[in-house]
């Protein structure tokens, strides 16, 4: 789910390609980040986007 959100940048249209409802990959997204502590993805607005890697050091 985390790659096909990346790639449509929606979690919307991220969904009607598994065939799940918008709310069920929501919800499967933020179990995923809660899991494994990491933020999968960026929200912005009403879009989502693959988040910032951290700076160099």
């Known amino acids: 789910m985390p790659a096909a959100v990346a790639r449509h940048g929606s979690v919307t249209e991220a969904a ?3 065939h799940h ?9 933020s179990r995923l980040e809660a899991a494994t502590g990491v933020k999968l993805v960026q929200r912005v607005g009403r879009g989502i986007r693959p988040p910032r890697p951290p700076p160099s050091r």
Do not use: D, T, Y
């Not at 409802?21 to 997204?29: G, K, M, V």
């Open 16 to 18: 009607r390609e598994p």
């Open 21 to 29: 409802s918008q709310p069920s990959a929501s919800h499967h997204l």
